[in-house]
Nanobody, 129 residues
Framework: QVQLVESGGGLVQPGGSLRLSCVASGSPLDYVAIGWFRQAPGKERELVSCISIRDASRRYGDSVKGRSTISRDNARNMVFLQMNSLTSEDTAVYYC??????????????????????WGQGTQVTVSS
C-alpha cells in the first residue's frame, strides 16, 4: 500500500502563489504517474496536473495551464506543484495521487480520477483576501 502525504496548503491572497508537496511511502513505489487532483465544494474532482515517471511528460488541467508547474524528485518519491496567479476559483482540497500502472507509452498521464489507485488525505487551499 502506498501512502501519500500532502503539505503546503493554506490561505493565500488572490494573485498569490503556492507550492504543494507530496511524499510517497510504503510499497510498491513503482507507480507510473503521480500528480494532483482537486475538488471544490459541490464540484467533481478534476485533474490539476500529472507527470509520468518514465519520461517526465506532463499534463495540466485547462483551468491551471500556463500558471502551474509540476515537478518530481524520483529519488525522494516526491512531487511538487507550483501554482501562481491564484484566484478564488482555485479554492479546493488538493489531493496527491499515484497511478500504479500498467506502464504506458505514447500518451500523457491520465486525467481520469478512477485510474489513480492511491489518494492522499488532501490539503486545503483557500484563496481569499
Amino acid at each position: 500500500q502506498v501512502q501519500l502525504v500532502e503539505s503546503g496548503g493554506g490561505l493565500v491572497q488572490p494573485g498569490g502563489s503556492l507550492r504543494l508537496s507530496c511524499v510517497a511511502s510504503g510499497s510498491p513505489l513503482d507507480y507510473v504517474a503521480i500528480g494532483w487532483f482537486r475538488q471544490a465544494p459541490g464540484k467533481e474532482r478534476e485533474l490539476v496536473s500529472c507527470i509520468s515517471i518514465r519520461d517526465a511528460s506532463r499534463r495540466y488541467g485547462d483551468s491551471v495551464k500556463g500558471r502551474s508547474t509540476i515537478s518530481r524528485d524520483n529519488a525522494r518519491n516526491m512531487v511538487f506543484l507550483q501554482m501562481n496567479s491564484l484566484t478564488s476559483e482555485d479554492t479546493a482540497v488538493y489531493y496527491c495521487v499515484t497511478d500504479q500502472g500498467p506502464p504506458f507509452e505514447g500518451r500523457l498521464c491520465s486525467s481520469r480520477p478512477w485510474e489513480y489507485e492511491n489518494w492522499g488525505q488532501g490539503t486545503q487551499v483557500t484563496v481569499s483576501s
